[in-house]
């Protein structure tokens, strides 16, 4: 799996949109790139993945560079409830599925 | 939390006593996983398994043993304890394809060790 860097921490403004980069210039032509998220004293949620292509759903938006050495997770109006941990983690899957977590982007969004 | 229960929430030990925490599952997922979580660090795997009667090593398994004697349950031994293994202690299961899924956790067990 490859080694991912984030910055260790971000600020936002309520209702502004967040860029929360990631870099996995290690990667792997087959590793997807996944992004969790943890809340205050909860443990960490699912936020989006993607293998190329860009990828959209109810919580946020997930750009891949070209070259699949970065990506962007995209909080489009961010909201209190936002302010969490971000994990960008990269897994090579098939049957030895496993997921390993850096220290994560600490994303506090200001009123 | 997706069906994972872990058991007990909180504990204080001290050390070189023994204790078991256990992750259980209501569905019929292959596989579990436990992390711990430090202060200002991120998670880190200690061991998972593929299936029932299967754990394999993770990130830092040293001083913990795990048993997956049913496909519903996982569990995490500290045989002897000591106070570098205070911590959060996470469950989680994996849900979906091989290569994408979606992990779900527990709500963590906060483990003191004097």
């Known amino acids: 799996d490859a080694k991912t860097t984030q910055p260790n921490s971000m600020e936002s403004n309520e209702e502004e949109p967040v860029h929360l980069p990631c870099n996995h210039s290690t990667i792997s032509g087959t590793d997807y790139i996944h992004w969790y998220r943890q809340l205050p004293s909860q443990g960490p949620e699912y936020v989006i993945h993607g293998l190329t292509s860009n990828v959209n759903n109810r919580m946020a938006s997930l750009a891949i560079a070209e070259d699949r050495k970065s990506s962007t997770l995209i909080l489009h109006r961010a909201t209190l409830r936002d302010a969490a941990v971000y994990y960008c983690?990269?897994?090579?899957?098939?049957?030895?599925?496993?997921?390993?977590f850096g220290k994560g982007t600490l994303l506090t969004v200001n009123p | 939390n997706a069906g994972v229960t872990q058991t007990p929430k909180f504990r204080v030990l001290k050390t070189g006593q023994s204790m078991t925490l256990l992750c259980a599952q209501d569905m019929n997922h292959e596989y579990m996983y436990w992390y711990r979580q430090d202060p200002g660090m991120g998670l880190r795997l200690i061991h998972y398994?593929?299936?029932?009667?299967?754990?394999a090593k993770g990130e830092v398994p040293d001083g913990y043993n795990v048993s997956r004697l049913k496909k519903q349950n996982f569990l995490l031994g500290l045989e002897s304890a000591a106070p570098s293994q205070t911590s959060v202690y996470f469950c989680a299961i994996h849900s979906g394809g091989p290569y994408t899924g979606e992990l779900f956790f527990g709500e963590g067990s906060r483990l003191t060790v004097l």
């Open positions: 398994s593929v299936g029932e009667g299967t754990t």
């Open positions: 983690t990269t897994n090579s899957g098939g049957s030895n599925y496993k997921l390993t």
